[in-house]
Structures are given as structure tokens and as C-alpha cells.
């Protein structure tokens, strides 16, 4: 059964019109209830009737049977619809099950996420079975359907091959294309990505942008091949020519952009009162940053700033819903629609006290319903601990590059000249200069350079989370290094720090090297102990876990460090390549 657009079959189609007719009991009735109606947009009052995972009535009627129904009084709460989250990253050291888990106490029930982390480092097989198994959980999950690797990968075009994208593509669960962080390419030429839009677009699916700081012009060309929706507003009066554009624009508040505020603001300047063409997305932060919350903390920030309190709402429910042609199924309260609701203690507050996700109990009364996400086995996946069957040795670690990377912010890198010397062991603590290796998880190739502005006291680190999968190693002390990446080898995979000869802090990612099985709250903890480890040794910006995620990433300026080598981004040209082992 094709469960996202071909849900029910005939004979629960027949069930639920027989709830009607009073031959079938409803599995959970919530009288009374207070709740948002976006066709009216006001809050009305009606009774919902709900069998298994679908709302089979809404209005003043009540049912004549309810032998075996759950009936609840919400005469003193206000329901909402779950909250959808259009642009997940399922792989910022959680996975797609953890993020789940987490997202859904916070009444976020959908999540339309990224699929680069399952192409890099699975098969079509495997990466399509998880999708399936993944069905099975009370959180509803979509998905994109990448392009292109965001970095200069070895073997993109084997990855990236038409046969892939276009099961991709045609996967049921699948509602993107996107987001086009290679949309340069598009521009310059490229008729397979072109074509591969169309197909998209044939397919009634939506293209999702990445078009930082483009020009009016730029954003014209785009929708012109395809763009339908963009995240990267920075501003209000980027939000306005996108908008002028005819796109979809997502509002972002993340670990790395948390431009949402300013954004409401700059609206306000500019008299932007219309907001049916706007979502909320969170663009996969870090595992801390959602301590206080996910779309619903948008919500709020939304109504803080003088946001209509539905249209705040809307932003994350129907909105989302009408734009990915879902909302026959989601974003909102009313027949024939999944039952995904939350139900608040009132309308000026979003976070949820309980919330239902296909119609099962995930939170209750301000508790967490355990076991409604029972864990997976990523075996079967091929998601398991990594295997390393080679060493790093101090060969490995010879540094001679002229230039290395210097970074900006959190994310952004620039080149520099190198002016010390780097022929020694070790580097002294007086400058924020580090020896910096990116090598093949299979042991093939590296690249060694030096980077500047990261940490001034960090001895080792080392690193299994990156863009591509590969093995990150930064530090100042040649011996440590080697002793971070053999305890990272142990692990089967994660990041590493070591300080004369001693582990100081290590997070462990059993899947793949790429991803933690623990759940989010567990893992919040692990991330903290690291971030406040490295902050201790210099670290001056806001997401170490990004930095360490983008180093790789061609899609941001300036300078990158690739399986290709040194990059120059604006340039599009391999400065240095890689070096065989």
C-alpha cells in the first residue's frame, strides 16, 4: 500500500464511511473541542470523531456508538493541527527516527526531509526499505529528492546517475526535488538537472531552492527553470522579491540563521501583511538548538511579533500543506484528514500539552507516551558501526600547502596564506592555527592543509561526521590526533577529542559514522559537553556541528576541502588534489 498518496484502501475507505452510518464505533471521540477551522479561519466549536488514523467527521453531531471509543472532554483545551516541518535535515548527528521521536513533543507530526545523508551512504535498496519501515511510525515522513552533492564528490555522477534521481523522484514518499544548492550548474547549462526539474514538475512536485543573496534578475531565472519555493531570505526585502517572484518563501529560524525575528520586523517595515505564500522551517538545526522547541517555537516568535495569531499557525500547518499538495491529508483539522492534533492549554501558547500523530497518543497531559517509537534495527539498513581496516600514521600527517582555510563564521571559509612553520609535531598555542586532514573513510586519499580561526588550544579532534561521510581530523599535537582518530576507529565511528594522550570528550555515532542512535535528549547532552570542551579551547562561533558538516559543502563561499582537494568555490576549479595513500 502506497501510504503517503494512496493511504487507505477500499476496505477502510468503507469503514470509516460506516463509523457515519453508525454500524462502526469511533475509535476516539473529542467532544467539545475548541479548535482552528482554516477554511472559516476562526476557532470554532465542534465534536471530532476519529477512527484509527484518520478524522472521519467534524461538526455538531455526535456519534450513536461508542462501545469501544475513547471519550475525551476538551471543553477547557484549543486543538490545532500537528505542525509540519517542510525542511528537515534528518541527520545532524540524530536520525530520521530520534528527530521523530523528539519533534513530535513538541506537536511537529510531519517532517518532509533531506535525503542526501541516505544517497551518500546507502544503497537505493536499503535507503528505500528504511523508508518504508519508516511508515510504521506515528510521525509522517516526506521526503526530497536531491540533485547534486553539494561538494566535489569522486564519483557523483555514478550516485547522482539518471536511473537514481528518477526513483527517486518517483517514490511515492517524495514531494521535492531540492533543494538546488548546484543551481550555478543549472544556469551555466546543465540539461540533465533541467530535465530532471521538468520530470518533477510532470510529477506535480514542487523544486525547493538555495539562492542566498541572488539578485532580482537571478531569482527571476530560476523560477523561470523551475524554483517554486526558497529558505534563504535574510532579509526582509530578500523575503519581498521573492515573494514578487511568485516563489513560496520559507521563513528560517536555525542554529546557524536564527533570521526569523528580524525577518517579522523588516516585514513589518515593509508592509508585508499577506501571508498565505509563507512557511516556517527550522533547515535541520542542531540537537540543542531544538531544546526549547521546533516549529512551534515559530509559532510563538510569530505571535510575539504581531503576527495575526491563525496566519502564525497557518504558517506552519495549512500553508505547508497547500504548497506540497498534501492538505487533502494534513495541515488541517477536518474530515477525511490524518489525525495529527494538537491540543494546547491555550492560543497564545503552541507547545502542546498532548498531541496525536495518526491518531496515537504520542504525548499525554504534558508526558511522553513511551514506546510509541520503538527503535529500529539499522542493520538491516546498512546503517551499522563503521569498519576502518587501515591505520593512520604519522606519514598521513605531513603538512606543505602554501595556503590553508581560514574560517568566517560558523560555516563560511576564506584562503591564507601560511606563514609559520608547520614541519614539526606539534604547534604552539599562541596562534589559532591547526593542523587540518580531510581523509577517505576507505584509507584512498587525503588532503592536508592548515586551518586558522577554529580553536588556538584544541590538541586533537577527530571526526566521522562530515558532508560526505569522510574522516575529519583537526588539532595541534601530530601524536594526539593519532590517538583520537584510533579511539574514533573504536568507537565505530564519531568525534573525538584528546588532550595529552587522554580522551576529554567523545560522542559516539553507531550509524554509519554519520548518525547517533541514542535519543535527541540524550544526545542534547553529549552535544553540549562537546561545544563547551571545544569553546574551552578557542571556538568562537555559534555550531561546531555545522562546521564540521560544511567544511566540505561547495554550495558555500569561499574556499572548501573536498575529495577532489582544495576547492575555490567562485572559481569552480580543484586548487590542490588529493593525494593517494
Given at each position: ?34 479548535y482552528l477551522n482554516q477554511t472559516f479561519r476562526q476557532w470554532m466549536r465542534a465534536n471530532i470523531w476519529i477512527y484509527e488514523d484518520r478524522i472521519v467527521y467534524v461538526g455538531e453531531n455526535l456519534p450513536s456508538h461508542i462501545e469501544n471509543c475513547e471519550v475525551i472532554d476538551c471543553t477547557n483545551e484549543t ?75 569522486l564519483n557523483e555522477v555514478e550516485i547522482f546517475s539518471h536511473s537514481n534521481v528518477k526513483s527517486w523522484l518517483e517514490h511515492d514518499a517524495v514531494l521535492q526535488g531540492g533543494e538546488l544548492t548546484g543551481w550555478p550548474r543549472l544556469l551555466n547549462g546543465d540539461d540533465m538537472m533541467l530535465h530532471w526539474i ?117 504558517m506552519a500547518t495549512v500553508n505547508i500543506a497547500r504548497y506540497y499538495n498534501i492538505d487533502h491529508l494534513h495541515g488541517q483539522i477536518a474530515t477525511g484528514r490524518v489525525a495529527n492534533i494538537n491540543f494546547l492549554s491555550s492560543i497564545e501558547n503552541p507547545t502542546p500539552i498532548s498531541v496525536l500523530a495518526k ?223
Amino acid at each position: 500500500m502506497l501510504e503517503q498518496r494512496y493511504r487507505w484502501k477500499n476496505k477502510h475507505l468503507r469503514m470509516h464511511v460506516s463509523v457515519l452510518d453508525g454500524k462502526t464505533s469511533p475509535t476516539l471521540l473529542l467532544k467539545n473541542a475548541l479548535y482552528l477551522n482554516q477554511t472559516f479561519r476562526q476557532w470554532m466549536r465542534a465534536n471530532i470523531w476519529i477512527y484509527e488514523d484518520r478524522i472521519v467527521y467534524v461538526g455538531e453531531n455526535l456519534p450513536s456508538h461508542i462501545e469501544n471509543c475513547e471519550v475525551i472532554d476538551c471543553t477547557n483545551e484549543t486543538l490545532v493541527p500537528g505542525y509540519i516541518e517542510p525542511h528537515a535535515h534528518p541527520f545532524q548527528l540524530y536520525n530520521p527516527q530520534t528527530l521523530a521521536a523528539y519533534a513530535s513533543q513538541f506537536g511537529t507530526t510531519t517532517l518532509i526531509n533531506d535525503n542526501m545523508a541516505l544517497v551518500l551512504n546507502l544503497k537505493k535498496r536499503e535507503a528505500f526499505s528504511l523508508l518504508k519501515d519508516l511508515r510504521s511510525i506515528p510521525t509522517t515522513m516526506f521526503w526530497w529528492c536531491r540533485f547534486d552533492s553539494q561538494t566535489e564528490i569522486l564519483n557523483e555522477v555514478e550516485i547522482f546517475s539518471h536511473s537514481n534521481v528518477k526513483s527517486w523522484l518517483e517514490h511515492d514518499a517524495v514531494l521535492q526535488g531540492g533543494e538546488l544548492t548546484g543551481w550555478p550548474r543549472l544556469l551555466n547549462g546543465d540539461d540533465m538537472m533541467l530535465h530532471w526539474i521538468q520530470e518533477a514538475k510532470r510529477m506535480r512536485k514542487q523544486i525547493e531552492g538555495h539562492f542566498p543573496g541572488a539578485s532580482e534578475k537571478t531569482l527571476a531565472k530560476m523560477m523561470l527553470l523551475g524554483a517554486d519555493c526558497d529558505h534563504e531570505a535574510m532579509t526582509g526585502e530578500e523575503v519581498y522579491n521573492r515573494l514578487m517572484q511568485g516563489y513560496m518563501v520559507s521563513l528560517r529560524y536555525s542554529s546557524i540563521r536564527p533570521d526569523l525575528p528580524e525577518l517579522l520586523d523588516d516585514m513589518k517595515r515593509l508592509g508585508i501583511e499577506a501571508y498565505d505564500r509563507l512557511l516556517f522551517n527550522t533547515d535541520g538545526s542542531s540537537a540543542t538548538f531544538y531544546e526549547q522547541g521546533m516549529n512551534d517555537q515559530m509559532i510563538r516568535i510569530a505571535i510575539e511579533k504581531g503576527v495575526p495569531i491563525i496566519d502564525a499557525y497557518n504558517m506552519a500547518t495549512v500553508n505547508i500543506a497547500r504548497y506540497y499538495n498534501i492538505d487533502h491529508l494534513h495541515g488541517q483539522i477536518a474530515t477525511g484528514r490524518v489525525a495529527n492534533i494538537n491540543f494546547l492549554s491555550s492560543i497564545e501558547n503552541p507547545t502542546p500539552i498532548s498531541v496525536l500523530a495518526k491518531g496515537k497518543w504520542v504525548k499525554r497531559d504534558g508526558v511522553k507516551v513511551e514506546e510509541t517509537y520503538p527503535p529500529l534495527n539499522w542493520q538491516e539498513y546498512g546503517l551499522k558501526p563503521m569498519e576502518l581496516d587501515w591505520e593512520l600514521t604519522m606519514d598521513d600527517l605531513q603538512f606543505s600547502m602554501p595556503f590553508g582555510i581560514k574560517m568566517e563564521n560558523s560555516v563560511i571559509t576564506k584562503p591564507y596564506s601560511i606563514a609559520i612553520d608547520v614541519s614539526g609535531d606539534e604547534l604552539p598555542h599562541d596562534h589559532d592555527e591547526c593542523y587540518f586532514t580531510l581523509i577517505d573513510r576507505n584509507g584512498k586519499w587525503r588532503i592536508n592543509t592548515l586551518l586558522k580561526g577554529f580553536a588556538s588550544r584544541l590538541s586533537a579532534l577527530a571526526s566521522s561526521f562530515s558532508n560526505t561521510g569522510d574522516i575529519i581530523l583537526i588539532g595541534k599535537n601530530k601524536q594526539d590526533i593519532l590517538h583520537a582518530f584510533n579511539r574514533m576507529k573504536e568507537l565505530g565511528g564519531g568525534i573525538v577529542m584528546v588532550e595529552n594522550n587522554e580522551i576529554i570528550c567523545e560522542l559516539p555515532l553507531h550509524l554509519s559514522g554519520i548518525m547517533s542512535d541514542l535519543p535527541v535528549e540524550e544526545l542534547i547532552v553529549q552535544e553540549k559537553s562537546l561545544s563547551e570542551e571545544l569553546l574551552k579551547r578557542g571556538y568562537s562561533f555559534s555550531d561546531p556541528i555545522y562546521s564540521l558538516l560544511f567544511f566540505s559543502s561547495t554550495h558555500l563561499p569561499y574556499i572548501r576541502i573536498t575529495q577532489q582537494g582544495m576547492y575555490d568555490v567562485m572559481n569552480k576549479t580543484v586548487l590542490f588534489p588529493s593525494i593517494m595513500r
